[in-house]
């Protein structure tokens, strides 16, 4: 099978609701689903909208389209081939012919050398750590932390010499170009002699979701060396973006989906901790809060996530801010228990002091939301004040009425009773109070945000339709027609055959291609059509545009109807004429040009001129 072939298959056998809740968010609305589109900076839940049943995808705010392949292919920048295969791994479709696809990225080659550079980096310092004198040192240091060597070799860890030069010199021996080094994150080309930055430090290989290597961060190992930092990590650099990584997320994903969870830490001494007490399925921030990206990652995932940053105030106030985004990306999640007595920060500490029998109960003591905030909050303020106890009580109100379930509110209100010493019912008033005052707020907001949406509404309303010529439109229903129905698509090429808006034709000019690659069993579809043109080997150059396009043409409501022949005729006629108009005033205004009003005047008194003129205001059906 071809590769064509293939995706269409799986087009068959797709869900694409599954397939893009896969990275965000969707909610059902009306007879589609809606989300916040993922490729800008949406605001607003219907602006990106998903047909189910036609498997296609519109946003109306940035103009994005497509079907779930090329989805997939979009937000994860990769090839086409790539994104059948993930699509694929995301539905559980399985065959021989997709098994031996071989996915091949197209990458820049000033990106390429970037990742050579990194590869070649990791394996000297991989090297040096074990046959070089400042290896046997900083391995000493890794011995003393606790890690064997198999550990050690797992996580791709090294040393970086503390003669930087030599790094440099290797590299450049292997034809690197003292360009393409310093732009990977290793050498600061204002400094002379030329030194590795990370020099006399353990490094810690970073990798992306690929498994590619694309920046390290790095410690000293020698405690009384007070010339170097600490802590050194690769500046950003084109691979490398401490936002968008999440530290051993690629050995995650096949043990997290193996186990059904991941642990969220805060470093990778953290995640190496977990590997040595027997825990694999976790992965840690880069030093920044969650990003969107993470966001994506996580979701990638499709597993539940347990969160368990350091139990220090700021470790906790990232989790306080950590919930919500995971709720709004509908992600499961479940919270480390805060509320501790032994002494240790984070899993690191709890594995070095007490064992991994220690640390694994640690992570496995998992407590709700409400359970957490109480204990968060039984921190955050005095409760031998009455002003910490009710700074206490209105910190969980906006959690207090989000609870439907009668059972969650009792064991939250007696909880609140044990902190606080104030009874039941006068919680109970004093949370009624808070909701009815909370809803009508809410109220007000929603009413000013429908006139919003309304005032968006008649806007867009004006622009997109004022703007719009005659032909215009009806060269946009005939488009809509014949990417829905092969016998549309045959009329059109026999009484019309050409189309005046260039990417209406040139999608006119790919379905006649489309239709040559279809067999007896292949289906005619606009999503189908989406894989033809998005395949590594179409020759259309703006496949983007062109698959944008479709989607928003089949998004819209045809004002013919369903298809018929008669509408489809009609629609021809009404291109011809409009046609034929547009001609006809283009001659009279070169005939006119250079004459004077009283010329135009007397030229419009030919009867003939008069009528090519007033074509269209004398067609009826204008």
Known sequence: MTIIEISNEILKNVNIVEVISHYIKVERKGKNYAALCPFHDDKSLGNFSINQDKGIYKCFACGEGGNAIT?????????????????????GYHSEDLANLTPTRKIDPKIAVLYDVLSETENFYKTSLFQSDDGVEALNYLHNRGLDDETIKYFNIGCAQSN?????????????????????????????????????????????KENKVVGFSCRKYKENDTSIAKYVNTSDTKLFNKSTILYNYFNAI???RKVGYVYLLEGFMDVIACYRAGIKSAIALMG?????????????????????????RPGQKNIEKIIPLLEDAGIRYKLVNNDVTFEGKDSDEI??????EKLREYLGNLITKGEWLINFYSTEFNLSSV???????NSLLPYMISLADALDIEEMLN????????????LQNYIENYRKKNSKSAKREEDISEINNQSDKKDNFVERYTKKTRLGEAEELVLNYI???REAFNIYEKNLGYLTNSTYFEIASLIAEYIQTLTQESEYSPANLINYISQDSCSAKDKDKLTNTISNVIGKKNSYGPYSQEGMNELIETIQKEKAYLRSKQEYEKSTTGKSDVEKAQMLKDKSAKKKITLRENDKRR
Not at 172 to 193: A, C, E, H, M, R
Not at 387 to 393: A, E, L, N, P, T
């Open 415 to 426: 909880r609140i009773v044990a902190k606080t010493g104030y009874t039941k019912p006068t």
């Open 254 to 256: 096949s043990e997290s």
């Open 288 to 312: 920044t809060a969650l990003t969107k990206e993470n966001i994506q990652l996580l979701r990638y995932l499709k597993c539940e996530v347990r969160v368990c940053l350091d139990l220090d």
């Open 351 to 356: 594995l070095n002091k007490y064992g991994p």
């Open 387 to 393: 002003d910490g106890k009710k700074s206490f009580v």
């Open 483 to 485: 990417l829905e129905n």
């Open 71 to 91: 989805f997939v292919q979009k937000i994860e920048h990769c090839s086409f081939t790539e994104a059948v295969k993930k699509t694929a791994d995301i539905i």
């Open 164 to 208: 930087g030069e030599n790094l440099i010199k290797y590299l450049v021996n292997k034809k690197f170009s003292l360009q393409s080094i310093s732009d990977s994150g290793l050498l600061d080309l204002s400094k002379t002699p030329y030194k590795d930055v990370n020099a006399g430090r353990i490094a810690f290989a970073i990798r992306d």
